[in-house]
């Protein structure tokens, strides 16, 4: 913190008056703050990898050079761990998406922008490779075989693998290898912003202006154009996807001559390829890291995967009939909760690990301790064993301590619920922890979970088990 301070001191000439946090959903592990004083304000950055930081800096002076619109840099410290930034405020274009979809108003205009951000990528990928020295890439300069396989095994491991669908690893690598085939075979003479979508877009004096693309290299265009249109949270409707890839190809005519049907035959396989990197990132970020807002972005991404499966060919015959098994599996069914409606999310967690996040921001619920239960976990035959298992649901049901456990947790929930239905109230979490998180909290957290759902049927309940990676829609 000192550093930016410093920093702003050094720019502007006066103390900073405030210098406050910003917080968002992000993936990063950057700190962002806004600091202000003197008519003057800045945003300052704190990063946790130099080669990183350098990347960042780099690309955006290059890019402020060809008149693309980032922010601009003030000053960096001299480690190149800290620097401060213009200020582009608050409007952010996903965010005004959901705004417009919520009161119905402003939607053409919203549409015209993305579009409008559209239009520009090209300008990005052409000219914004001209002159790049890649090498500063972070973490690498280029889309290639290890970037890919990377990312299709960040799929694998961490999203397909705790889902609990079985699968043959040597089948679904064989179709792996020849979809990075595919992939690899595309020019990659361009930039890849790779995070290129409508959170990463500020909105300033009207016009689109770029962040967070420090994680961009050489390689090819299409793979852009997906992350963008299809970016699963902003659920962009079939006709939204189509009105902003004409605008994209309409701009893409400047730079390079364009066979249409080839076109958009690459961007449908880079489409399959950015859907499940991005729930490879969700279920890392979600079910490993435990940040929740990553586990409740999880369908909308299933959803896209869906509605790709459902007009495909099967080049690669494995993976199709596994991501069509994947994409049935019961808890990755529902829609995210709906507005008005009270969603209560019951965990089961292991303590050794902290407890659970809360993505809503209320920080408030409950948290049911339940170590002081008989511990199955103490005995060989149920180590390898969880809670939803018969012979620990046995082991916890004839020693009986549980059940007066619950009854107690019941008395304090209920009433809670029932308050909170009444007073309109979207959000509440009830979380069990034990050593493990396996076998006593997993218990308590299905009886809970279900315990509610008879209870009160107008609930939304979301049963997540986070040390097993598993989560349910009630």
């Known amino acids: 913190m000192n550093q930016l301070i410093e920093l702003y001191k050094g720019r502007f000439a006066v103390e900073p008056e405030l210098c406050i946090p910003l917080t968002g959903g992000s993936a990063s592990n950057r700190k962002y703050f806004r600091l202000s004083g003197g008519g003057k304000s800045c945003i300052g950055v704190i990063g946790t990898d130099a080669r990183e930081n350098e990347a960042f800096l780099t690309i955006a002076g290059h890019f402020r050079a060809k008149g693309i619109n980032v922010p601009e840099i003030y000053a960096v410290s001299q480690d190149r761990m800290a620097y401060i930034q213009e200020d582009l405020g608050d409007v952010v274009l996903f965010d005004m998406l959901m705004q417009a979809r919520k009161t119905g108003e402003g939607l ?189 972005s999880i369908p909308a991404a299933i959803e896209e995967l869906k509605a790709w499966l459902a007009d495909t060919s099967d080049r690669y015959p494995y993976l199709m009939e596994t991501l069509r098994r994947l994409v049935a599996l019961p808890g990755f069914k529902d829609k995210l909760p709906d507005e008005g409606v009270l969603e209560v999310k019951v965990y089961s967690f292991s303590f050794r690990k902290g407890v659970p996040y809360d993505p809503s921001g209320n920080g408030g619920g409950y948290v049911f301790d339940c170590r002081a239960i008989h511990n199955p976990g103490r005995y060989e035959p149920y180590k390898k064993l969880t809670g939803r298992d018969e012979p620990v649901i046995k082991f916890l049901e004839d020693d009986g301590e549980v059940f007066g456990f619950l009854e107690h947790a019941y008395g304090v929930v209920d009433p809670h619920v029932e308050t909170y239905m009444k007073r309109g109230f979207s959000s509440l979490m009830v979380s069990f922890g034990c050593t493990g998180g396996q076998h006593r909290s997993v218990y308590c957290a299905e009886h809970m979970a279900h315990h509610l759902a008879q209870k009160y049927p107008g609930l939304r309940i979301r049963l997540i088990h986070r040390e097993q990676g598993l989560v349910s829609l009630m």
Not at 129 to 146: K, M, N, T, V, W
Not at 176 to 204: C, G, H, P, Q
Not at 215 to 234: E, H, I, K, L, T
């Open 108 to 296: 053409e205009i919203i549409e015209s922008m993305l579009s409008r951000t559209m239009a520009v990528l090209p300008k990005i990928q052409f000219e914004g490779a001209e002159g790049l020295d890649f090498s500063i890439c972070y973490p690498q300069p280029s889309f290639d075989r290890r970037m890919v396989m990377f990312d299709l095994n960040y799929f694998k491991y961490c999203f397909l693998k705790p889902s609990g669908l079985e699968f043959d690893e040597v089948a679904l690598q064989d179709d792996f290898e020849k979809l990075a085939d595919e992939l690899l075979s595309y020019d990659t003479d361009t930039f890849l912003y790779r995070d290129f979508n409508a959170r990463n877009v500020m909105i300033k004096d009207g016009e689109p202006y770029f962040v967070d693309f420090q994680g961009g290299r050489r390689g090819p265009v299409f793979y852009d154009v997906a992350s963008f249109a299809w970016q699963a949270r902003a659920k962009f409707t079939d006709s939204q996807k189509e009105m902003m890839l004409k605008a994209y190809l309409d701009a893409y005519t400047a730079y390079s001559s364009l066979n249409e049907q080839e076109f958009r035959n690459a961007l449908r396989l880079f489409v399959l390829f950015r859907l499940l990197q991005v729930l490879g990132a969700y279920g890392f970020r979600g079910w490993v890291e435990h940040k929740a807002n990553f586990v409740t």
